[in-house]
């Protein structure tokens, strides 16, 4: 059974950084290329970043280039996901998820986490 488990989600200020971990299990890990999404209440779930199987490749959403960075540790089946310069528009629920293919559409995973709520106070 595949379970991709998000922590280290959090209240922090804006300005402030927090680091995401997506533990992965159940699946060959370094088989998937990995991404993060967040949804806001009220707003659909939107694309964050994705990271090739290597690690080699990663795409960002424009919203949040240059301040986050998403890197994975293929021998502790972790993906990680560095917030930094935080706002209060950062604001959500933040979800692992895995899939094939380098993509940015949420239809193209097939693995979800649970998600960790991050909250940006201002």
């Known amino acids: 059974q595949v379970q991709l488990v998000e922590s280290g989600g959090g209240l922090v200020q804006a300005g402030g950084s927090l680091r995401l971990s997506c533990a992965a299990s159940g699946l060959t890990f370094s088989r998937y290329v990995m991404g993060w999404f967040r949804q806001a209440p009220g707003r659909e779930r939107e694309f964050v970043a994705t990271?090739?199987?290597?690690?080699?490749?990663?795409s960002y959403a424009d919203s949040v280039k240059g301040r986050f960075t998403i890197s994975r540790d293929n021998a502790k089946n972790t993906a990680y996901l560095e917030m930094d310069s935080l706002n209060p528009d950062d604001t959500a629920i933040y979800y692992c998820a895995a899939a094939w293919l380098l993509r940015v559409t949420v239809s193209d995973y097939f693995y979800w986490g649970q998600g960790t709520q991050v909250t940006v106070s201002s």
């Open positions: 990271i090739h199987y290597s690690g080699g490749r990663t």
